[in-house]
């Protein structure tokens, strides 16, 4: 960023290079006009050529004060009877400022005073052109107020883009912080849930058998804080996001059948297809899939055992989660976590399905797209 300031001149400079041009302009060009137009110059002529020119310096910082400045001097040029010149160039970049850089109406009123006292060179003056000429003389009103307005709604505009832009990346970013935190915190405390049931199950009859439930909770609890913290590192940017635990993804899943397993759902993994390495986002929604269906069958389907399948392909990869339990899933709030999954596997080009299986229980079912390699 300091690079790119390195390169922009500053504002104040660029101004006093625009007015030293147009102060060259008028000493050239003002003489040129004058013979054209058959009119001699006079001592005030230059004067007041550069006053235009020099208002011009400052004509971002005070706008309004160049202007007014400009208007006066080119009015008294007017009235005075030299010919149209370069002194209203300097006249047409002033209007341009306040249209430009002021609110509408204030540039409207500040272009409005201008151009009635312009036009008193019409009617009063050494050698008044009479109404034709209002028609000239507003036109170097009206035309650079009329551009500075299209640039400065122009640049309004873009920076509103710039604006919405931003929060529609901030929201779909907060969206997929939330996600990821529900597929996180929700596998875990189900199975944390569970574990805790066994545990208080067994504590009283068979308290041998409840010190495996309640290692099982602290093993289930520890993996699902690491994988919270990797998930919440696009928060908090101080550390690297491989710094205790990798992103999660397929290569994952035995970790995840076992921490069910002990949990109480028995669960079986098959692959078909030759297993290639796959990109982050595809390979995380395609673990976020099965951990949330299996999350699901842990939750609602009650006893049961469930079946993993995943089918590698050129073009892709495909997830199936099957289960034995007691069919679609009906209890309050499941259908969140089926719509993250939809809302994950669509946003990478994918398709996703999920209700009751063909022999009993549930299935869901996803299709996640990679792009072949070349």
Known sequence: MDGNRGLTWPAPLVDAVVGLVLL???????GAAAANAGVGTGRATYPL?????????????WPLVTLGVVTAATTAYLVLGY???????????????VAAYLPLRVGAVAAGVALAALLTHVVVGVRPPGLFGAMPAAAWVVVPFAVG??????????????VDEARRLADAERLRVAREVHDVV???????????????????????????????????????LDELRVTLTVVRRD???GERAPTPGLAQLPQLRDRLAGAGLPVTVEVTGEPRALPV??????????????????????????????????????????????GPVGAPGAGHGLAGMRERVTALGGTCTAGPAPGGG????????VEEAQ
């Open 239 to 241: 550390e690297p996001a």
């Open 149 to 162: 307005t299209t640039v400065r709604l122009a640049r309004e505009s873009a920076a509103r883009g710039r």
């Open 362 to 369: 549930f299935r869901v079912s996803a299709r996640l797209p």
């Open 49 to 61: 050529v550069v006053v235009a020119a020099s208002a011009l310096a400052v004509r971002r910082r």
């Open 281 to 326: 986002a595809v390979d995380l929604a395609a673990y976020r899939v099965v951990q949330e269906a299996l999350t699901n069958v842990l939750r609602h389907a009650g006893p049961a055992t469930a079946t993993v399948r995943l089918q590698h392909a050129p073009t892709g990869v495909t997830v199936e989660v099957t289960d034995t339990g007691r």
């Open 186 to 224: 929700g596998h875990g405390l189900a199975a944390i849930h569970l574990q805790a049931e066994v545990a208080l199950h067994l504590l009283a009859r068979r308290p041998e058998q409840a010190e495996a439930a309640l290692t099982a909770i602290s093993r289930t609890s520890r993996e699902a």
């Open 24 to 30: 060259a302009v008028g000493l050239v060009g003002t």
């Open 83 to 97: 010919p149209y010149g370069p002194i209203l160039l300097s006249l047409l970049v002033a209007v341009y400022t």
